[in-house]
């Protein structure tokens, strides 16, 4: 049996009844892909998800892939190739990718929707899968290098591996501390040196060859940047050299290896590697050699590309696992037989009951229940700002608008969504089982472990705080903040809204006051620390350090329980007409699952206002020695 269960059901119930996908399909960049043809495409990922993707999710985590130093390799278990390659030969990757690069491009919102059955029956796949996409960044960034434009477009026609590289030893998180240095070479081409680490897929056994998307610091060159980000470039460096027009390999090995990976707590399958660049003591001493990407020094806002899309990709893998546990212990709850009902709890000889009968398992599972749907309506909220961009884009026009608050909630997708999946998995999920979670007969401690690296990996939630507020709220000047708030607020506002939600409604409003209180207490604390007004002391941007996090996942609960509230009031409508009666229990829930967010989550926000306006400095002016 399948460790995989999905929600289909929610997943159709938000792109054609919240958000109306069908009215952009099979027209202008969709054209392709209409209606009907997106529901098929989902069913047929379910069963591939749910059979043949899962099918390996177990062993390849019993039996990782062990690294060979001899041929800087990590070879994967069979099992996992067979999952993968039935992956590849389905072919709706191409979904994900434009005409010219072999795809048929549907909306981010259908993307995104696949992506998460994938992600939660076996996340490294889509992992390993990630050369088509990140071809398309190649291809985007080209400058019109028809070198580099044909290069992407055998990337994706030999579906070769692909990677993004970033981190060094020594700068983690602070990538421009980077030391990876380029040189260039007579005919283009830069060598280039260093060590890279936490490398995803940067060895496997499943392809002919791995593309690397490196950044590196380039040096002999005038106008080559410097110290920080800004002196950084991106090259495509491939594994094995090739020719550039048919894409055949020449049998020449470019000097790139891997030479460790890691013994990791989760995802054990992916394999995550120390990469060496251009050591003549490793290998066969050969230079790495790479090209520049678009001729541009602007090595770090070309990587974005491929780091918002992983960052997208990572929340909704930690949200996909969120809702595959919950359903896997609503089914365990609806079985397991254990004690009486509380109200007979004296009554030595009442029936036992199954645990869905006792009062906090219920609370668990509705918890368990409504973030896991709050967190995909997020995920598909988002993506709906993707295709906004998407049309634009191909109408040859800028949605500045959708850009921006794409931008504002990738963090939050990411951050909120990787932190609240790994907490309820843990807390509630696992806890669902009792002692039997903590056994590898079931999932859960899978999930649990697997889950723990998407509050990681791609900016941990630290970062993901600071970037919101720094960036997608104060430096655009709030301006993407305040059009979500104002949907927020018509919402609550809206006089023809449905009258059992007047309770909800009141306590959104409330929350969405606390949460712009929190921003406003921000900035304040943002500008009582420029040296360059009266009284102002710079240590005060250490209470705007304290605060981020804490603004981060309340806008995720704010924006969440919002969502689940839009929901609600389209199924109420729904009840309001002829509906089978498994539609009716469908419905019900998501109403129950709405109310349920609101009166038990929203109250706390303000208390996080309160510990907001509170902060001070004393826990920055504590000695060392006192931790």
């Not at 690397?212 to 094995?240: C, D, I, N, Q």
Request: charge should be negative; proline fraction near 3%; glycine fraction near 8%.
């Amino acid at each position: 049996m399948s460790h995989y269960k999905s929600n289909l059901r929610d997943i159709e119930f938000n792109l054609f009844e919240v958000l109306n996908t069908q009215e952009i399909l099979g027209q202008g960049p969709f054209a392709e892909v209409d209606a009907d043809t997106a529901r098929e495409v989902l069913t047929e990922v379910e069963r591939l998800a749910r059979e043949d993707l899962a099918a390996s999710f177990e062993d390849s985590d019993r039996n990782p892939p062990v690294f060979d130093p001899a041929t800087h390799n990590a070879p994967l278990p069979e099992s996992f190739k067979k999952s993968y390659r039935t992956w590849m030969d389905a072919e709706f990757w191409r979904l994900q990718i434009r005409e010219e690069l072999g795809g048929t491009l549907a909306p981010a919102t259908l993307n995104w929707a696949i992506g998460e059955m994938v992600l939660g029956s076996n996340a490294p796949i889509h992992m390993y899968a990630a050369g088509a996409p990140f071809a398309g960044v190649l291809w985007n960034n080209a400058n019109g290098v028809a070198r580099d434009e044909r290069v992407a477009q055998i990337m994706v026609e030999r579906q070769w591996g692909c990677t993004m590289v970033l981190t060094e030893p020594d700068a983690g998180s602070d990538v421009g501390a980077g030391r990876a240095k380029a040189t260039p070479n007579e005919d283009g081409s830069w060598n280039v040196t260093g060590v890279k680490r936490f490398i995803t897929s940067a060895t496997n056994d499943m392809v002919e060859n791995v593309m690397h998307l490196v950044l590196a610091r380039p040096e002999g060159v005038e106008g080559a940047g410097g110290p920080g980000t800004k002196g950084l470039s991106l090259f495509w460096m491939p594994e094995h050299h090739f020719d550039h027009e048919t894409g055949e390999l020449t049998g020449e090995r470019n000097g790139i290896y891997v030479t460790n990976v890691e013994h990791k707590m989760g995802i054990k399958v992916s394999n995550t590697c120390e990469v060496t660049f251009g050591d003549p003591q490793v290998g066969g001493g050969e230079p790495a050699k790479g090209w520049l990407v678009g001729e541009v020094h602007n090595g770090i806002a070309q990587m974005f590309d491929v780091i918002e899309n992983a960052r997208m990709m990572v929340g909704t893998k930690a949200i996909a696992t969120l809702s595959t546990g919950y359903l896997n212990a609503l089914e365990y709850a609806k079985e397991r037989v254990q004690g009486a009902d509380l109200t007979e709890s004296a009554n030595k000889t009442a029936p036992r009951v199954t645990i869905t009968h006792h009062p906090d398992v219920r609370r668990s599972l509705m918890t368990q229940k409504s973030y896991a749907e709050a967190m995909r309506a997020l995920v598909l909220y988002t993506a709906s700002w993707q295709d906004r961009v998407m049309i634009a884009e191909a109408n040859g026009e800028r949605d500045d608008l959708a850009m921006k608050i794409n931008d504002l909630l990738l963090p939050i997708v990411k951050g909120y969504g990787s932190e609240r999946s790994w907490t309820l998995l843990g807390t509630e999920s696992l806890q669902t089982f009792g002692g039997s979670g903590f056994l590898q007969e079931y999932p859960i401690e899978q999930y649990v472990r697997d889950a723990k690296i998407d509050t990681l990996y791609e900016g941990t939630t630290a970062i993901q705080g600071q970037d919101l507020f720094f960036r997608k709220i104060v430096k655009d000047q709030a301006k993407a903040l305040g059009h979500v708030a104002g949907e927020v607020e018509a919402f609550i506002k809206d006089a023809e809204g449905n009258a059992e939600l007047k309770v909800e409604r009141d306590l959104l409003a409330k929350a969405l006051e606390d949460g712009n209180a929190i921003v406003a207490t921000m900035i304040g604390q943002l500008m009582s620390a420029d040296v360059n007004a009266e009284g102002g002391d710079l240590r005060n941007i250490y209470k705007v350090g304290l605060n981020t996090s804490r603004l981060l996942m309340v806008l995720g609960d704010i924006v969440c329980s919002w969502l689940l509230l839009r929901q609600a009031e389209v199924a109420l409508a729904k009840l309001g007409g002829e509906v089978s009666e498994k539609d009716k229990a469908f419905y019900t829930g998501k109403v129950a699952a709405a109310q349920f967010f609101a009166r038990n989550v929203l109250p706390k926000i303000a208390a996080e206002r309160t510990m907001a306006e509170a902060t001070d400095l004393a826990i920055m002016d504590l000695d060392e020695a006192a931790f």
